[in-house]
């Protein structure tokens, strides 16, 4: 009986070992490849103007160095710059995704297609339809004479660490190549405003920009954009932007040839430890506003120093979380925001703009350099502070209505320095209450003091450009 167990036992391990055994990639090469393309561009580089002489005139060697560049061409002449990187379609009549980078500045792309059944035997050329370079994306369109092989987009949100992956594409101008690896980590930031990258061990090279990155159905849940690399060669740190943000901005690329975003128009940062202290919330989340200049919210009615907990019924985690919210969030629609303010909930109905119109019309703002004015009134928390006078606005270059406390100097052994305060700030607000006068400043210290909080909420403004700083007050 005991052998016949073991027996069982053993043919059991057995079976699990073969079905956990990696089956080949090849089948899904095979499905996915026809829709992946190669791209290559060229550029036309004016020549190099000026005097080109390699000798002085009348030099015994001027005849030899110019029979040398004659026979090596005149490098007057305009030239063309080539470049490579990858693609995929995503539509039988011949939408094709890279990235931006691919086919910025290009005067003519070409697309080849994967060799096989169906597929065009030569290059087509492409046109841009729309791009947008806060993603790296860029929507092209190809004619072809019979319908093209394709792929979807998958749901990158449902990746978990580890799920395998293939990317796809053209690395070094070698061609079509296929490698593997696992999903290394979700949700990465590298520069910009709207990134989610999917980090990749898969092997991502140069000219693999753009290509599709895959998973074990076949889907596209990324585009390969980076890698992390201090030779410029792979060492299993790629990225590639994750397709839940791509689909939508391929949708309205392909709709508009632009992208529309949508537009809050808060000045915002994230809420720290101490800051949650000073303002009584019961963890460092949401996102802060530190401005309200003319926009959206400022016509719903949000305030700085309102911390944003929830926009259109999601939880607001951050800065960067309500930034990507914002942006994907039709333009026009009016979305309920829910802010902490004074210690309470508030609901605001805000009715939302686009973000693109808003900078093509923003002016840049000019403040004034940092000065240090020698006049000082008071010590509170390591500053040095003086009330604002018509002198001190015009060093600043402030307007003359602008009211508020000037800082002078700074202890550089304080937390106010540590945290980047300098002379030249301006102090307008303290415990989110106006100040203008040091007692009003003295007055707000006194009062935090009392309730029990350990730190003070400080507005200041540097430049124009307004900041929450949260202050422990010590004993």
Same mark, same amino acid.
């Given at each position: &009986?005991?052998?016949?167990?073991?027996?069982?036992?053993?043919?059991?391990?057995?079976?699990? &070992?073969?079905?956990?055994?990696?089956?080949?990639?090849?089948?899904?090469?095979?499905? %996915?490849?026809?829709?992946?393309?190669?791209?290559?561009?060229?550029?036309?580089?004016?020549?190099?103007?000026?005097?080109?002489?390699?000798?002085?005139?009348?030099?015994?060697?001027?005849?030899?160095?110019?029979?040398?560049?004659?026979?090596?061409?005149?490098?007057?002449?305009?030239?063309?710059?080539?470049?490579?990187?990858?693609?995929?379609?995503?539509? +039988?009549? *011949?939408?094709? %995704?890279?990235?931006?980078?691919?086919?910025? +500045?290009?005067?003519?792309?070409?697309?080849?297609?994967?060799?096989?059944?169906?597929?065009?035997?030569?290059?087509?050329? =492409?046109?841009?339809? *729309?791009?947008? #370079?806060?993603?790296?994306?860029?929507?092209?369109?190809?004619?072809?004479?019979?319908?093209?092989? $394709?792929?979807?987009?998958?749901?990158?949100?449902?990746?978990?660490?580890?799920?395998? %992956?293939?990317?796809?594409?053209?690395? !070094?101008?070698? @061609?079509?190549?296929?490698?593997?690896?696992?999903?290394?980590?979700?949700?990465? /930031?590298?520069?910009?405003?709207?990134?989610?990258?999917?980090?990749?061990?898969?092997?991502?090279?140069?000219?693999?920009?753009?290509?599709?990155?895959?998973?074990?159905?076949?889907?596209?849940?990324?585009?390969?954009?980076?890698?992390?690399?201090?030779?410029?060669?792979?060492?299993?740190?790629? $990225?590639?932007?994750?397709?839940?943000?791509?689909?939508?901005?391929?949708?309205?690329?392909?709709?508009?040839?632009?992208?529309?975003?949508?537009?809050?128009?808060?000045?915002?940062?994230?809420?720290?430890?101490?800051?949650?202290?000073?303002?009584?919330? =019961?963890?460092?989340?949401?996102?802060?506003?530190?401005?309200?200049?003319?926009?959206?919210?400022?016509?719903?009615?949000?305030? /700085?120093?309102?911390?944003?907990?929830?926009?259109?019924?999601?939880?607001?985690?951050?800065?960067?979380?309500?930034?990507?919210?914002?942006?994907?969030?039709?333009?026009?629609?009016?979305?309920? %925001?829910?802010?902490?303010?004074? @210690?309470?909930?508030?609901?605001?109905?805000?009715?939302?703009?686009?973000? #693109?119109?808003?900078?093509?019309? #923003?002016?840049?703002?000019?403040?004034? +350099? +940092?000065?240090?004015?020698?006049?000082?009134?008071?010590?509170?928390?390591?500053?040095?502070?003086?009330?604002?006078?018509?002198?001190?606005?015009?060093?600043?270059?402030?307007?003359?209505?602008?009211? @508020?406390?000037?800082?002078?100097?700074?202890?550089?052994?304080? #937390? /106010?320095?540590?945290?980047?305060?300098?002379?030249?700030?301006?102090?307008?607000?303290?415990?989110?209450?106006?100040?203008?006068?040091?007692?009003?400043?003295?007055?707000?210290?006194?009062?935090?003091?009392?309730? *029990?909080?350990?730190?003070? !909420?400080?507005?200041?403004?540097?430049? @124009?450009?307004?900041?929450?700083? /949260?202050?422990?007050?010590?004993?």
């Amino acid at each position: &009986m005991a052998l016949a167990l073991l027996t069982v036992l053993f043919v059991l391990v057995q079976t699990l &070992m073969a079905a956990a055994r990696a089956e080949s990639l090849a089948p899904l090469a095979d499905k %996915v490849s026809p829709a992946v393309v190669n791209i290559t561009t060229s550029t036309l580089i004016e020549g190099r103007s000026g005097p080109q002489g390699i000798v002085p005139e009348g030099s015994p060697f001027e005849d030899f160095f110019r029979d040398f560049q004659d026979r090596n061409g005149d490098s007057n002449r305009p030239r063309r710059s080539s470049a490579l990187g990858s693609g995929f379609v995503i539509s +039988e009549d *011949g939408y094709i %995704v890279t990235n931006n980078h691919v086919i910025a +500045e290009a005067d003519e792309i070409l697309i080849e297609f994967f060799p096989g059944d169906g597929q065009p035997a030569k290059e087509l050329p =492409a046109k841009v339809i *729309g791009t947008d #370079e806060k993603t790296d994306i860029a929507l092209l369109k190809v004619e072809a004479s019979s319908p093209l092989k $394709f792929v979807k987009f998958g749901n990158s949100d449902t990746m978990r660490v580890g799920d395998w %992956v293939i990317a796809m594409g053209n690395p !070094l101008g070698q @061609g079509f190549s296929v490698s593997a690896g696992i999903v290394s980590a979700r949700n990465r /930031a590298l520069s910009g405003s709207y990134d989610d990258y999917i980090q990749t061990d898969a092997a991502i090279n140069r000219g693999n920009s753009g290509g599709p990155l895959f998973n074990m159905d076949g889907e596209v849940i990324g585009v390969n954009t980076a890698i992390l690399s201090p030779n410029g060669g792979s060492i299993g740190i790629g $990225f590639s932007m994750a397709s839940n943000v791509v689909t939508k901005v391929v949708d309205q690329l392909r709709q508009y040839g632009e992208t529309r975003r949508g537009w809050l128009g808060v000045r915002i940062q994230d809420v720290t430890d101490d800051m949650a202290e000073a303002m009584g919330l =019961a963890k460092a989340s949401g996102a802060l506003i530190s401005d309200v200049p003319d926009g959206p919210a400022k016509e719903a009615g949000l305030k /700085a120093g309102d911390v944003i907990v929830s926009f259109d019924g999601a939880e607001v985690s951050d800065t960067r979380d309500l930034v990507r919210r914002v942006g994907e969030t039709e333009v026009g629609k009016s979305v309920r %925001v829910v802010v902490q303010r004074d @210690g309470a909930t508030q609901t605001v109905l805000v009715t939302l703009g686009r973000r #693109e119109d808003a900078e093509r019309t #923003e002016t840049a703002e000019s403040g004034g +350099e +940092e000065s240090k004015p020698q006049a000082t009134e008071q010590v509170f928390l390591g500053l040095t502070v003086s009330t604002l006078t018509d002198e001190m606005r015009a060093e600043l270059g402030l307007a003359e209505d602008t009211t @508020g406390l000037v800082v002078t100097n700074v202890d550089e052994s304080s #937390e /106010a320095y540590e945290k980047g305060l300098r002379a030249g700030d301006l102090i307008t607000e303290a415990g989110q209450q106006k100040v203008t006068t040091l007692s009003d400043l003295e007055t707000r210290i006194d009062e935090a003091r009392e309730a *029990g909080r350990k730190s003070l !909420l400080l507005l200041v403004r540097r430049g @124009g450009e307004p900041r929450f700083v /949260a202050l422990g007050l010590g004993n």
